[in-house]
């Protein structure tokens, strides 16, 4: 099942109900997800610094005490770092800013190394991540999304049918290697172990045994090469074998991929001021009221909306 979910505001500036807006299409399609629920939203860019997110643990398999020691190795660590700066930390969530230009790769392994559980959940200018096991309403509660503003951002709702039910296979995955990039996948990606074992023969890591995480490498990948998202998006339709529907953003950016055989649903609203994408259109009737068509995505289709177009 899983659910997937995007919401772009084309008509510039801030939205100050995008977070509203995305908790209403996540509560739409909680049915088709009760293990895990899931955001990627794009604020407001800190172009002189990035914001990092980290995860000390998870609650589900470790106890207090190891959380607790994960979350002071953390703020130990950042505070050796130049130009870190506003730490703050919720739960098992660690969150800080870090000023100036970053070896983002070389970031992510020293931070993951500082002790077991620890994970970079997303590094950007712009982005911010959060997910949790369990509904929707679980992640209102904790992250307060609904009062997220900003311009753009993707959902997922999980009913797992492989690899473990925590927050590590929650998604949306975050491009790993890539500031600001995050998708979220429904459907099964069939050569996933073949890709995947290409990838690590050249160093690249993973966090999970979930087939959708190999999409947010090959985009990652395929941006830090200099491609546009459509581009990325027109490789995962080339590349990637399987029945899936793939939503993808970047600091700027939306977009769709549809596979070859249309198994997986995905449908979508376009206005002057919005567009929305779901697995359902219940999701989107629920959250944004108006007069608007919601039209079935098209086999093979790849679509992207940019912001810097507008």
Not at 63 to 91: M, V
Not at 234 to 242: A, E, I, Q, S, T
Request: glycine content about 10%.
């Amino acid at each position: 099942m899983c659910g997937i979910l995007g919401y772009f505001r084309k008509n510039g500036g801030i939205d100050q109900q995008l977070g509203a807006t995305m908790l209403s299409m996540l509560e739409a399609l909680g049915r088709r997800g009760p293990d895990s629920a899931g955001v990627a939203l794009v604020g407001p860019p800190h172009r002189a610094g990035y914001i990092v997110r980290l995860r000390a643990g998870d609650e589900l398999e470790m106890s207090k005490q190891a959380i607790e020691a994960n979350r002071e190795a953390i703020q130990i660590f950042a505070a050796t770092l130049d130009g870190a700066y506003d730490l703050s930390s919720s739960g098992v969530y660690v969150r800080f800013m870090l000023a100036g230009e970053i070896d983002l790769p070389g970031l992510t392994r020293a931070v993951e190394s500082l002790g077991e559980g620890i994970e970079v959940l997303s590094i950007g200018h712009a982005m911010e991540r959060a997910k949790e096991v369990r509904t929707p309403h679980l992640l209102e509660g904790k992250h307060h999304i609904s009062g997220f503003a900003g311009t753009h951002g993707i959902g997922h709702t999980r009913l797992c049918t492989e690899s473990m039910v925590d927050l590590s296979h929650s998604q949306p995955f975050w491009g790993r290697g890539a500031a600001d990039v995050a998708i979220v996948h429904n459907g099964h990606i069939t050569n996933y172990h073949q890709l995947r074992r290409r990838y690590e023969q050249r160093g690249v890591g993973f966090v999970t045994e979930n087939d959708s995480e190999v999409l947010a490498v090959y985009l990652a990948e395929s941006l830090n090469r200099g491609n546009s998202l459509r581009q990325g998006l027109d490789g995962v339709l080339r590349d990637m074998d399987g029945a899936f529907s793939c939503l993808a953003i970047t600091a700027t950016e939306m977009g769709f991929v549809k596979d070859p055989y249309a198994f997986k649903p995905l449908v979508m609203a376009e206005t002057d001021d919005f567009v929305a994408v779901a697995t359902e259109e219940i999701a989107i009737r629920s959250a944004i009221p108006g007069d608007y068509k919601v039209a079935e995505a098209q086999v093979e289709e790849v679509r992207v909306w940019s912001r810097s177009q507008q």
